[in-house]
């Protein structure tokens, strides 16, 4: 399971400033990230990487609260522990009737920044991911950003359009954090081609 406990908040003052639900608090975005971070660790770790606190190059104080990267490309994963129904309803995410398009247009820029951050070429989708914590369930894209709920993101995830081979996962991971591990390639099985 990836450990979230160090999670440092972004300043206010920086140019990567999260927007904050009015709703929110220190401890309810923490306990929203623990619930991303273990629904997170649902994925198969032989096609995906997760980080979490993801630190910004050149900005020693702001940190993405989990990037993901596997077939589909690099998600940028935002967890959101709102209070109040979430809904969405003809392009619009709401809570308790209240329009969230700042989240929105935050986690499309965050993930921006990280493409960015990292040099990405335009090959390598980089999507913005607000994850709701129960009993917000509400799953789909309102633009560029992907909808999902802590009980389904692995299904969702694992269900997006495969666009990176293995190798190019791996690389794109070792961008992230150097110290990540490639995995052994596969051995071909015998009486397949190469064995």
């Not at 990567?16 to 273990?38: E, F, H, K, L, M």
């Not at 490309?73 to 619009?92: C, E, F, H, M």
């Not at 960015?116 to 560029?144: H, K, N, Q, R």
């Amino acid at each position: 399971m990836v450990d979230v406990m160090g999670f440092v908040p972004v300043l206010a003052d920086s140019p990567w400033t999260r927007w904050r639900s009015r709703a929110a608090t220190p401890s309810r975005d923490a306990a929203g990230a623990r619930a991303t971070a273990a629904a997170l660790s649902g994925l198969d770790p032989d096609r995906w990487h997760v980080l979490a606190d993801w630190p910004v190059p050149g900005e020693p104080r702001a940190h993405v609260e989990h990037v993901v990267v596997g077939p589909p490309g690099v998600l940028v994963v935002d967890s959101k522990n709102w209070n109040g129904a979430v809904r969405t309803a003809q392009g619009v995410l709401r809570q308790d009737g209240s329009r969230r398009e700042r989240d929105l247009a935050e986690a499309a820029r965050t993930a921006g920044v990280v493409r960015e951050a990292l040099g990405l070429d335009e090959d390598v989708p980089v999507i913005g991911v607000l994850c709701f914590v129960p009993p917000a369930m509400v799953t789909g894209w309102i633009g560029e950003v992907l909808l999902c709920a802590t009980g389904d993101v692995v299904a969702v995830l694992d269900r997006l359009t495969r666009r990176l081979d293995r190798d190019r996962v791996d690389d794109v991971a070792a961008r992230l954090a150097p110290g990540v591990a490639r995995r052994p390639a596969l051995a071909p099985v015998e009486g397949q081609a190469g064995a």
